[in-house]
């Protein structure tokens, strides 16, 4: 389902404009990735929780872990949640 076609959904199901429904659907990705990025998970009722997820080996000393073996990577959010 695009977001126009959800936009629209949600437009015939609400009072809500179709303006107002398309602003709120193209900010959320951006306000969920901010809170994100700072730790905190985003509850969405009737939706789900979403959260970034790490993994990492353990390592005992820091020279077991450099720089190099590190990577960044961009975080988009997707649309999955832990219900």
């Known amino acids: 389902m695009s ?3 959800q936009c629209e959904y949600i437009v015939d199901s609400t009072t809500a404009s179709a303006s107002d429904v398309k602003a709120v659907l193209l900010s959320l990705p951006k306000i969920m990735e901010l809170n994100m990025k700072n730790g905190r998970s985003v509850k969405l009722e009737g939706i789900g929780t979403f ?3 790490v993994s990492a080996a353990m390592v005992d000393k ?3 872990a450099p720089v190099s ?4 990577e961009t975080h988009k959010v997707s649309l999955f949640a832990y219900l």
């Open 3 to 5: 977001t126009k076609e």
């Open 51 to 53: 959260r970034y997820k």
């Open 62 to 64: 820091e020279v077991d």
């Open 69 to 72: 073996k590190m990577r960044s």
